[in-house]
């Protein structure tokens, strides 16, 4: 078949101008395309869907497309190997096994090597992190039974509402302050409401009144981006 779209798998790869695109069909109402942080595009189908309605999809989005490829490939370009990010700042990044330990100087990360660099990373996220969750913690009931820390590539941060444990993406350190206390209050709220609906970000809403503005610094290439 075209594209090599076959409905008797769930998911697999299709061929679109040159791209390769995961796809998975789901049982959702609409086409929805999302790019990740490593210039990946997946493609969520509707099991009704038609190989032909999928292929006037993407042409329709073609420029979205061309537009977050072109972003990817830009930041890729600039972002060099020796510059991180910490916070929000970008640092130039200096590795030296004669360095004692990882260290900010002035504008420069100095850092013995890169096990040593993940520390420093996980120190300051465990850091920051108890201290954002101690901050809100007052507004819930429940209290966090467990906080995870991890490094994915999919999700800033989850919560098992059941079990009240929170997992926090290690990645959120290079992040601005003011992101990672948005994703912390966004997981604590899920301890109340275990769902997105209208009065979970009514609730955000009333304790952290700017926290749109605070979702957009979480925004472009780091993580997923959605039509």
């Given at each position: 078949m075209k594209y090599g779209i076959k409905k008797a798998f769930k998911k697999g790869v299709l061929h679109f101008e040159n791209l390769e695109l995961k796809f998975e069909y789901k049982k959702i109402k609409y086409l929805r395309l999302k790019a990740n942080n490593d210039g990946e595009f997946k493609l969520s189908i509707p099991l009704s869907c038609t190989e032909s309605e999928v292929f006037m999809f993407l042409q329709k989005n073609q420029a979205w497309i061309?537009?977050?490829?072109?972003r990817f490939l830009n930041a890729k370009a600039s972002l060099q190997k020796d510059t991180i990010s910490f916070l929000g700042r970008v640092y130039i990044l200096r590795f030296?096994?004669?360095f004692a330990?990882?260290?900010l100087c002035k504008n420069e990360l100095l850092a013995k090597n890169k096990k040593d660099l993940e520390l420093f990373f996980t120190q300051h996220a465990l850091r920051i992190f108890?201290?954002?969750i101690q901050k809100y913690q007052p507004y819930f009931e429940r209290k966090v039974s467990k906080i995870s820390i991890k490094k994915t590539k999919t999700l800033w941060g989850s919560c098992n509402h059941r079990f009240a444990r929170i997992n926090l993406n290690l990645r959120l350190i290079h992040k601005p302050l003011k992101a990672i206390e948005y994703v912390i209050l966004h997981e604590l709220t899920h301890l109340k409401f275990p769902h997105h609906q209208k009065e979970f970000y009514?609730?955000?809403e009333q304790i952290m009144p700017d926290f749109r503005k605070r979702q957009r610094?979480?925004?472009g290439l780091n993580f997923t981006q959605q039509i």
């Open positions: 061309d537009k977050h490829l072109k030296d096994e004669n330990k990882t260290r108890n201290f954002y009514d609730f955000i610094l979480l925004k």
